[in-house]
């Protein structure tokens, strides 16, 4: 739980403090002090530190582990292995589907990639646990490993039909197309590399565990630790007071959790198990390499007669991840004629995982690079040709967008960019030795939707406290819900306390799809209502309140102070009207169900996403929608690729902080620029194992590399989308990025590079 | 990373013999060494700390040349205006290397002695094979991972890339390495990998860096480093070149130039048959072109890092041009 003294925004920020003010981020002042104290830095009595033994190969067997020398080794308190851990029980899946009655163990036996967890190793301190799993000597059975989607072994994978997406005769339709493109285009696996690695506390009081822990859904990942070890879901506590970046990597329980919380279980002592920065390369998955054809047909006005779309990703040998690479395919363009389909590629790697925009963003690059040579190819604008073919409805679900306000994203991109004074060829912009191109690409990511719950408290000073087991991963939860019980009560921002990041808070679903801002200012808009109507109907009934007498309907609140709605009679302050009916709280949890809704319904919707309502349900069609204008200077002798500009134009509805949705975007645009440019996992194809599985081999952005970067919103309020009108921020922005880069790369070089990331022997 | 003992040296000879015994080493700014004794690529027994030694951060310039004490900061050593005036292509190549946090801490002793990225050398628990870490026991890069290999200077053992950026610059204008007394040049104390990829410098057990010294020239005096990455900052080169050059009074005939090549070797790289085919001839962009083919002669490549080979030539033109351009 966390206490922050609230920022105002900007001196200019009028009115900060309401939804859709420009507050600063209230955790801001902890985190730049150092104040804020992440999950891993409790410091607890009787802490024993965990390190991990990973498997150096990728397929096979353990034949024995030799852990004499570790147990002997100074200050070890226990090696772990299949043989001596504790047996745990399988756990639900992240839909709630009943797990098969088997045990579960997290320490593997049988190989599936190279990195997964064999052993483990808990001493006295972390240096010795560390010393001592360098001596866990494992020998293996090692068989030949398919080591990613170009291996010869992979073959074609299997087919995933929920994917598959089919209208009119699109194949047909290609053939007898006047204009026909076919590209492939694929990107390799990229990693969610946040700041804080993964890692956790585990302790155990009797059959009570706490566990903190870095998490992007608290409840869910209590659920999949009570399952394991069989304890009720109300003994397990997850506590995630702040979390150093996750993009999708930490909406889950992982093995890694499983056996510090066993580890903590069989000593009877607190164990403390962070992950090295390799390790965070193979513990849990990234975006899946993923391959996409794209065939357009057209005709030589440009006008779009046919998409046939293929895709392919990775997964796990054991596990299953699908990339939806089809979702932004279907519906970015009008096409009388549609088919896509899918299959999915076993390889001996860790199971993939969700990363920022799991689906839009690689379906973007595939679509949105080949729109892209079509307007080469019958010689339209790379603007006027998305224009041309703008789906005026949602052309696979056939119904009406909630507000898709991409059309303004184009006009508003290009206006500030300058488009119109774009030269049409490739290579005619150069200034010295740098080749310049300007590039156009636009993205999507659908709204998600889920139910939640709040409590508001208004306390006998007149402050207010704010309740959630959701989290902040940097995206801004305390601070929006900050400003949404300020504006909803009726006092300033300052007043209000936002507790966040404990299981015991009312419960939250999964912080991940963009849905959390819109889930939450909904379900402490409910709460505060009810505290606030609470509070007024006291003010009006209670015989001790100086409003008693006025014979009032209702009175309004605002500053902090309660008076009627003329202005006439008392103006008294909240805490002086608690004092004078002799009350020290008022407090109402509030939740966004729907009414008839069970505890069962209650339990599903927030450890499960099996409750989360399809963005396509009722009569509408729910995303946000982006359009990037990418400048590029490419060095024509070096092939070396800088973005020199961007200005993207995005559509997430109403904005419930412009300068946190601002961030998040200009977040997502820097990501897109390391996806596009640097990002790429490389494997040794002799040992199926990630070589640059490091933050010098593996390159991210620096600020060096990232431009000025104006972003516009063109949003409108979208109350299909939720109750107070925003749609989804974190993950749209990088949507489109990687696209925009290559279209841009091409017009500056006359190179078309379908590979990400385009690195500069691929332009040399 | 196993336990080890800490030593803190107070004298350059103290320091030295304790350096002799074995298991143990130099710690300087511990950027590389740290980080190798995480990966378990170094295990020192005893870390001889050579940073509270008086008077070898100093940076001293006059007419001959300068001699920049082997305790100095990269950082300090960049932004030092003598060295920004006098060596701009010293500056230039450590304002260029590593991170500004790293810069703060690293020292240039350290700097020169820094270990290669080769990712199969800093991962012994998954590859056991590595000439480099242990003399006959292979070499796991060739036939693997290569893009940021060397293609100049390689042996079948070995075909780990020197990712330094200052020793290119060193080696261009024919520096010493000052190891107490004995003094030696920089291109002598980078040794080419051979059969023996796990001995590295001309520096015995015992030795220790004290300074390195750069004679003063008109070369070097107008000089640059140019380095090629893909990302803007923070990433060891895909090609670089440290140049330096001198016109005849004409303003347009060569009669001095300096060439040496970084990220593309097993060592430091002087490119002479660059500055061979140059010196005594007018400078213009043709020539140059030409002549910086020669930089890559004899240059193999090892499938993914053939790009270097293409690469490193333009990098040298592009760097002698801008000399040129230079008054
Ligand atoms: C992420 C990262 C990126 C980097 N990028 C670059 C880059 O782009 N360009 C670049 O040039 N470098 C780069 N570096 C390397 C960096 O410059 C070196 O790590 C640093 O210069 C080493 O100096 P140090 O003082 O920290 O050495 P230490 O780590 O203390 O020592 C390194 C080695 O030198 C020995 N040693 C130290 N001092 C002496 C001495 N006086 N005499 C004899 N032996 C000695 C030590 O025993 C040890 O073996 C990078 C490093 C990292 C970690
Ligand atoms: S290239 Fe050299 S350093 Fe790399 S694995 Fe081979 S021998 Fe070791």
Redesign the pocket.
Known sequence: MTVHNIRHGDAFDGGADAVGGRLSRVDGPAKITGAAKYAVEQQLKGLTYAALVESTIASGKVRAIDSKAAEAAPGVLKVLTPDTIISLRSASDWFGTPPPDKPYCPLARDITFSGQHVAAVVAETFEQAVAAAALVKVSYDETPAIVDLSDGKAGDGIPVDAMTKEWGDASAAFASAPVRICAAYNTPREYQAPMEPHGLIARWEGDHLTVWEPSQWLDGMARTYAEWFAVPFENVRLVSPYVGGGFGSKALALSHGAIAASAAKMLGRPVRLVMTRPQTFTSYGGRAATRQTVTIGADRDGMIQSIVHRGVNETSIDGMWVEPLGSVTSIMYATPNFSSKQNVVRVNSVVPGAMRAPGENPSAFGIESAIDELAYEVGIDPLEIRLKNYAEQDPHAKKAWSTRQLREAFAAGAERFGWARRTAEPRSMRDGNQLIGWGVAAGTYPVRRAYGEAMVRILADGSVEVESSSIDMGQGTYTILAQTAAETVGVSADDVVVKLGDSRFPRAGVTGGSRLAGVMTGAVHKAATSALDQLIGLAISDPRSPFHTLQANTLVVANGRIGSPRGDGPDVSIAELLKSIGRDRIEATGDTMPANSTAEDRYKNYTTIAMALPHTEGDYSRHSWCAHFVEVRVDEDFGTVRVSRVVSALDSGRLYNPKLAESQWKGGIIMGIGQALLEEGIVDRRHGRIVNNN??DYLVPTNADVPEIEVISVGIPDLHSSVLGGKGVGELAIVGMAPAIANAVFHATGKRIRDLPITLEKLI | MRDFSYLRATSVDAARQA?ALPGA????????????AKCGV?EPDTLVD?THLKG?DRIEIDERGAIIG??AR?GHVADHDDIKSRFPAISE??W????AQ??N???????????TRCPYFRDPSNFSACNKRVSGSGCSAIGGVTRGHAVLGTSDACIAMY?????TVLVAFDATVR?GDRHIRVDDFFLLPGTTPDREHA?EPG????AIEIPSSAAAHRSTYLKVRDRQS????AASAAVGLELESDGRTIRDLRVALGGVATKPWRARAVEAALKGKVLEPEAVRAASLLAVEGAVDHGANHYKIELAPRVVARAILKMGETA
């Open positions: 933050l010098a | 350096a080493m130099l710690l300087a700014g511990g950027t590389t060494l740290i980080d190798l170094a050579i070898l082997a305790l990269m190549a450590l260029q290397a590593a991170s790293i810069r801490m690293a020292t240039i002793g350290g700097n020169l002695m820094q270990r990712p330094g950026d200052l020793a190891l520096i030795e220790m860096i004290t923070y990433e060891f080169a």
